[in-house]
């Protein structure tokens, strides 16, 4: 086989890969000691492309589930509500897209509206400086302003919600 031939079939192959296989590829490739240290730093420099890229995906993806994710919930809701038109398979594959997506809205420490993360950023503060001038009642208000964090609020109503599914766990 012919160098013209083995290049022809990388291409190929390399083509075919989605680009989380190809930084795998590339991983893994890095590592090979056949290789000169100029190729080895090329393919590093590429992984380190693919890898910024990956961030700047998830950034975007990030950004327009914050903006069109509460939307999204409340048209599956619609729809299993008024869905007798659904198969039970297509009711089932909304029920866990719902919660997919309710899973992660609630996967974010700030709120989306910039009020509420004022309120937020507000009631942490006076709480803060609150205890730090050895008010303790001031707690109260680090504790309502964790109120504002999705996260914080998903992790507890998993927790509640966990706890009277199964009152062993």
């Given at each position: 086989?012919?160098?013209?031939?083995?290049?022809?079939?990388?291409?190929?192959?390399?083509?075919?890969?989605?680009?989380?296989?190809l930084y795998d590829f590339l991983a893994d490739q890095?590592?090979?000691?056949?290789?000169?240290?100029?190729e080895k730093k090329t393919l590093l420099k590429i992984k380190a492309e693919?890898?910024?890229?990956?961030?700047?995906?998830?950034?975007?993806?990030?950004?327009?589930?914050?903006?069109?994710?509460?939307?999204?919930l409340k048209l599956i809701s619609e729809s299993l509500k008024d869905g007798n038109y659904l198969t039970t398979e297509e009711r089932q594959?909304?029920?866990?897209?719902?919660?997919?997506?309710?899973?992660?809205?609630t996967s974010f420490w700030l709120p989306s509206s910039l009020t509420s993360k004022v309120f937020m950023?507000?009631?942490?503060?006076?709480?803060?400086?609150?205890?730090?001038?050895?008010?303790?009642?001031?707690?109260?208000?680090?504790?309502?302003g964790c109120l504002f964090s999705p996260k914080i609020i998903g992790s507890v109503a998993a927790y509640i919600g966990a706890f009277y599914r199964d009152p062993k766990a």
């Amino acid at each position: 086989m012919t160098d013209d031939e083995i290049d022809d079939k990388l291409k190929e192959k390399l083509s075919s890969l989605s680009a989380r296989e190809l930084y795998d590829f590339l991983a893994d490739q890095s590592q090979n000691e056949s290789l000169t240290n100029k190729e080895k730093k090329t393919l590093l420099k590429i992984k380190a492309e693919l890898k910024q890229d990956f961030k700047k995906r998830d950034k975007e993806a990030n950004r327009i589930l914050k903006e069109e994710g509460p939307q999204m919930l409340k048209l599956i809701s619609e729809s299993l509500k008024d869905g007798n038109y659904l198969t039970t398979e297509e009711r089932q594959q909304l029920e866990i897209t719902s919660a997919k997506i309710a899973g992660k809205l609630t996967s974010f420490w700030l709120p989306s509206s910039l009020t509420s993360k004022v309120f937020m950023v507000l009631l942490l503060a006076i709480g803060v400086i609150g205890v730090l001038l050895y008010k303790p009642w001031f707690w109260m208000f680090i504790i309502l302003g964790c109120l504002f964090s999705p996260k914080i609020i998903g992790s507890v109503a998993a927790y509640i919600g966990a706890f009277y599914r199964d009152p062993k766990a």
